[in-house]
């Protein structure tokens, strides 16, 4: 995980200080093993659009992701900076941006950060000591992006698949949720920006 710091958002009646986003399976398309470089890395349909629409509203998007292969060694930290280089270059094209990206990068049961521990949303909201956890939201694919969230009183939304608990908060893709969060319809309409 990195430390950084996330600046508070300078809209000042947005409805949501975070939105959380797993990456693999939640903006991009989930490959077997590991997304090693560009050439792997598709955005879902909507994401472009939807995170746009998160960064008009003023809220800051925050991808928190495990990338267990760099423990293994099936993941280097060069591939895994060149894929979130071309990560930010894609959303470009829909006029999006991501504020800060943060990573496990351990072994199973060697840390605190790999979802669903906790670790990786408490790294973000001491970057983010102005966010209150009522006012953020995870949007993930997996039962390991929400129980953290939950766990922390953050809103989970599970995006992609039935939920292993009926009382979970469900989308179909991203966009979904977004459209959902920000009663958007217009999400689903938006078109990339030529470049
Ligand atoms: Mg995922
Ligand atoms: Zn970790």
């Not at 993941?75 to 006029?95: K, N, P």
Request: glycine content about 10%.
């Amino acid at each position: 995980m990195t430390a950084v710091s996330i600046p508070p958002p300078v809209v000042p009646d947005r409805r949501y200080d975070i939105v959380f986003l797993d990456r693999d399976g939640t903006i991009n398309v989930r490959v077997d093993g590991y997304v090693r470089g560009p050439a792997e890395l598709e955005l879902l349909p909507g994401a472009g659009a939807a995170v746009a629409a998160l960064n008009g509203s003023g809220v800051r998007v925050v991808v928190l992701t495990n990338q267990r292969g760099l423990a293994t060694g099936d993941l280097t930290q060069v591939q895994l900076d060149e894929v979130h280089r071309a990560l930010a270059e894609r959303l470009e094209r829909w006029g999006a941006h991501v504020d800060a990206i943060l990573v496990c990068p351990h072994d199973e049961g060697s840390c605190d950060c790999r979802k669903p521990l906790p670790g990786l949303f408490h790294a973000a909201l001491r970057a983010a000591p102005w966010a209150h956890p009522s006012r953020c939201v995870m949007v993930g694919d997996m039962a390991s992006d929400v129980i953290p969230a939950l766990s922390l009183g953050i809103r989970a939304i599970l995006v992609g698949g039935e939920p292993p608990d009926p009382s979970w908060e469900r989308a179909q893709d991203l966009q979904g949720a977004v459209g959902r969060l920000l009663d958007a319809p217009e999400v689903s309409v938006r078109e990339p920006v030529d470049g």
